[in-house]
């Protein structure tokens, strides 16, 4: 009985270890383009080892079957922070390597040329973590996105409302702007210009900069005429240290609004703490989650210096967690079945599953079972609309002695109510 018993064993062993080798020695690759040099050099770097993180604890939770059969990873590209740079990238990884599923860009002047130049045309998947430009909905409207693209956070329409109630509640009721004129700098000034002066604010001036210039002395110069007793800047750690700095060597006032993603430890040592108590910031919202609580905890050991609160993390941490649950629940690598998939993980009525061990293994064996599954993840609930847009509530912020600390939570109603009020 005993070696029938260890016959069996054997021949079963046998037949099942094709299919675990297959599955340890085949993987799925998505494609990843952001900017790891740059201007938004940090946030690429922030957010691609949360992708690792991500794809690493999906791995382990499936464990020999694997995702839809295999592994996931990642080819990782260098934006430079250049839309024309991000569209070769992006274009390498769809002709080439054949992803369907591309994570990035970071800024909206590399996402916009990917998707409407390269993902959209293709119809490969796009999730971007950090793109916030009300440009990529316009696109989703106009059909020109095919329903490809996706972003893990809030649209600038909405944050713009939010930054210019927050600057009311400050105080800040006259300011200088200086932007990035890009994209982005143009868009969230148009929607931050247009629900602060409604709210009674006055802005002094508007002075726009290309991104890494050598010096910003005649744009902080022209921002200063007026004597303006705030300086809303709009823009990058990188060029916002030179521009901060500059501002506060002119001898300009120590009272600063700052945009998402200025909440970088970077550019508060670069500026020095001492010349920003007085700084006051938005930033896409957070609803605290065990997902929440398993980044905090697993991402600063494995990131190489970044915090768990580096911009675009969090957001690229979901955006990977969407798509390999995605994948997982499709049970396939093609492309538009992985597009249908990532609303089904995150729709309302589908058991709530979270981020790290457990709570990936639970959505794998519910997503095996053909049950619903709702990942929702470190930013909370998400649900995407037609054009892959979410909507949230948005985090209110100041830095004190060198640190961002939260200072409240505006929700979504709350930016509506005031969205209600303006001139159409």
């Not at 909206?108 to 040329?113: G, T």
Request: hydrophobic content about 40%; some cysteine; proline content about 5%.
């Amino acid at each position: 009985m005993k070696l029938l018993l260890s016959a069996t064993s054997l021949a079963l062993i046998a037949s099942l270890a094709p299919a675990t080798v297959q599955a340890q020695s085949c993987t799925h690759t998505v494609g990843m383009v952001v900017s790891l040099t740059g201007a938004a050099g940090r946030f690429g770097q922030a957010a691609s080892k949360s992708v690792d993180l991500a794809f690493g604890e999906l791995n382990k939770a499936a464990g020999a079957g694997g995702i839809a059969g295999c592994r996931l990873g990642v080819d990782l590209r260098d934006a430079q922070s250049q839309g024309s740079v991000a569209v070769d990238q992006a274009r390498q990884l769809v002709d080439l390597k054949k992803v369907p599923a591309i994570i990035g860009g970071i800024i909206s002047s590399v996402s916009i040329p990917i998707v409407t130049s390269v993902t959209g045309p293709a119809g490969v998947v796009q999730i971007s973590p950090a793109s916030t430009s009300p440009t990529l909905t316009r696109l989703g409207n106009e059909g020109k996105t095919g329903g490809w693209f996706f972003r893990t956070i809030t649209s600038d329409a909405l944050q713009g409302t939010a930054a210019a109630k927050y600057a009311m509640d400050q105080g800040m009721k006259n300011l200088a702007i200086i932007h990035v004129n890009n994209d982005f700098g143009v868009n969230m000034l148009a929607e931050f210009r247009r629900a602060y002066e409604a709210l009674g604010g006055k802005i002094s001036s508007v002075t726009p900069y290309n991104a890494q210039q050598p010096s910003y002395a005649a744009e902080v110069t022209n921002a200063l005429k007026g004597d303006p007793p705030a300086l809303y800047f709009i823009g990058y750690p990188g060029d916002g240290t030179t521009i901060v700095r500059t501002w506060v060597q002119q001898g300009g006032p120590q009272r600063f609004l700052l945009n998402d993603g200025m909440n970088a430890a970077d550019f508060i040592k670069g500026v020095g703490p001492q010349f920003l108590a007085n700084a006051f910031g938005t930033s896409s919202g957070t609803t605290k989650t065990p997902s929440t609580e398993f980044f905090a905890s697993a991402y600063p050991a494995m990131s190489g210096g970044f915090d768990a609160g580096a911009p675009a993390a969090d957001r690229a941490f979901d955006a990977a967690a969407i798509l390999g649950l995605a994948i997982a629940h499709a049970g396939k690598f093609e492309a538009a079945a992985i597009r249908d998939s990532i609303r089904k993980v995150t729709e309302p009525g589908g058991e709530v599953v979270h981020a790290g061990p457990q709570g990936f293994a639970r959505a794998l064996q519910l997503i095996k079972e053909k049950k619903p599954v709702r990942y929702v993840g470190v930013i909370g609930a998400v649900q995407f609309d037609k054009n892959g847009d979410i909507v949230g509530p948005f985090r209110t912020w100041r830095i004190t002695n060198g640190e961002v600390t939260t200072v409240g939570q505006m929700s979504m109603e709350d930016v509506q109510a005031v969205q209600a009020r303006l001139p159409k």
